[in-house]
């Protein structure tokens, strides 16, 4: 008898799945027992990156016992693995182990924070010399979003600034990236370390990073700050340069407010507390979150508001739109485009309910308006929902995750952008700096966006931008609706975007801002 290929596909945002014929799945609905289907034999489990099995021994437990397998296939873009029910046992046995010598790793990394919070040293900024730069963030195998573009531009702006620096990295970089000296950090498999695998990293990872350098002394140690991590600041001290720590957000609050909270939150908030009093410079996106810092009684002097920025020679208006509009049969149509992760702050189902209200008023934009949302995440399926019920799925395109590369044509299929970003629920201020609104106001296109937080200080409502009240539906779609309808508004928008873009937010002018700054404070 032949069985039909069954795929389950890992709720993981932003990658591609690679799969064959037969039936697809979505992990969550496949898990809650939702799926409809029967006994398989064996299934394939498709996921961003076969390593990330390190994160997801109970998803795999769960497929075994839901789906009464014998056998499993882990898939990514480029390899397969088979692993069986025996294959599982074993590694349940290894998990127990596990759990057996995590307080001891709990115990070792207290005392090397204990150690690290008494520390007190003046460090040389040595400006001759070439830093270093380390990425230890545990999203295996993303390849789009704003942590890519933003870690693309940082490098890119390094490596014109100083030739080919040293990248450290436990995770995906850029094909974009202009050295050849990039080092994949390997993460060893401590499948119930779950949160905490990071903690016992910041050991390896160090001595790796040290023996790599070969005793060449950095200028400085550029970190990208991850949950429970404190590398940078190991290697700082253990050279006795500068640490620029980049802060984004805190993880933990992160956590506890878009995700599934942290089962060692109190830990993993001394090491967050731990990296923000000991780096020499906190280079941080957004006023609010400089606020936030000196809250926290961190020193103003050494934290520095330095927005997010753009490539402009990538993202540029002359980047052709025409391949894509062709094989989404967007040809003659007004496009309104979304990019994104479709995160919780992103806006995205408002801007569904939006153009739906859009349609709505107007019959005939069903045919002369398209919406195309790029990108994936965790509010994607609800979004899909709302163009379901609203009957509007004809005039949508959801091209999923796309590469980073291939950003700037999707971008260039646009006649308008939206950035529909939503208050965060806590009522605490929005304190992102969207790299996506850099990349929309460099493409030069009209842009509907959110009178929140930093977008409402860059964008000028009817200079370079159209803003509306965040999550009004009707107000958005007022907006979307001006623009349709005045193609001169939207030109004259665009070019201002652009030119803001040039003047103002490229990645080199971000990289200056952050060096005068070091070398008042090393003067």
């Not at 945002?13 to 809650?32: M, Q, T």
């Not at 009093?277 to 961190?298: F, P, Q, T």
């Not at 929140?452 to 779609?477: H, T, Y």
């Amino acid at each position: 008898m032949a069985w039909e290929k069954i795929y389950i596909v890992d709720n993981i945002p932003l990658f591609n799945p690679v799969i064959g014929e037969g039936k697809i799945l979505p992990y969550d609905d496949f898990a809650a027992g939702r799926a409809g289907c029967g006994f398989c034999p064996r299934i394939y489990f498709v996921t961003a990156d076969i390593d990330s099995i390190i994160g997801v021994t109970d998803k795999i437990h769960n497929l075994f016992l839901q789906s009464g397998a014998v056998a499993m296939v882990l898939k990514d873009s480029k390899r397969e693995k088979v692993i069986t029910a025996w294959y599982l046992l074993r590694r349940l046995v290894k998990k127990r182990r596990e759990e057996r010598s995590l307080s001891r790793v709990i115990s070792f990394a207290q005392d090397r924070i204990e150690c690290l919070e008494r520390r007190t040293v003046r460090k040389q900024y040595r400006k001759n010399a070439m830093p270093v730069y380390i990425k230890t963030t545990m999203s295996y195998g993303v390849q789009s979003g704003g942590m890519v573009a933003h870690s693309t531009g940082v490098l890119n702006a390094l490596v014109r600034r100083y030739g080919q620096i040293p990248v450290y990295t436990t995770d995906y970089i850029s094909s974009e990236v202009q050295t050849d000296e990039i080092h994949h950090i390997s993460m060893k498999a401590y499948h119930d370390f779950g949160e905490l695998r990071n903690l016992y990293f910041n050991f390896s990872a160090s001595n790796d990073i040290y023996g790599l350098q070969k005793g060449k002394v950095p200028a400085f140690i550029y970190q990208r700050y991850a949950l429970n991590n404190f590398t940078g600041l190991q290697l700082s001290y253990k050279y006795n340069v500068p640490l620029i720590l980049e802060f984004n957000s805190s993880e933990v609050w992160t956590s506890r407010n878009w995700g599934d909270g942290l089962k060692y939150e109190s830990l993993a908030e001394r090491i967050e507390n731990l990296n923000l009093n000991k780096a020499d410079l906190i280079v941080c996106v957004s006023d609010v979150l400089k606020e936030h810092l000196m809250e926290r009684g961190i020193e103003s002097r050494k934290i520095l508001v330095d927005y997010n920025g753009v490539d402009t020679e990538k993202y540029h208006p002359a980047v052709s739109g025409d391949e894509i509009r062709e094989k989404y049969d967007l040809r003659d149509k007004i496009v309104i485009g979304f990019c994104g992760s479709f995160g919780v702050f992103h806006g995205a189902e408002k801007l569904a309910e939006s153009f739906a209200e859009l349609v709505s008023r107007n019959e005939a934009y069903k045919s002369k308006v398209s919406l195309l949302l790029i990108g994936e995440g965790k509010t994607f399926p609800k979004v899909k929902r709302i163009l379901k019920r609203t009957r509007i799925e004809d005039c949508v395109k959801c091209v999923g995750s796309i590469c980073f590369e291939e950003v700037p044509s999707y971008l260039a299929a646009c006649d308008i952008l939206a950035a529909p970003h939503v208050c965060n629920k806590d009522g605490s201020n929005f304190f992102g700096s969207p790299t996506k609104l850099f990349e929309y106001m460099a493409m030069g296109k009209a842009i509907a966006a959110s009178d929140l937080g930093q977008m409402s200080e860059i964008l000028r409502n009817g200079e370079n931008a159209l803003l509306f009240e965040p999550g009004n539906v009707k107000d958005m779609s007022d907006k979307l609706e001006l623009l349709i309808r005045d193609t001169g508004l939207r030109k004259k928008l665009g070019q201002n975007a652009r030119k803001d873009a040039e003047e103002k937010y490229t990645w080199d002018k971000h990289l200056d801002k952050m060096l005068e700054k070091l070398t008042e404070m090393y003067a």
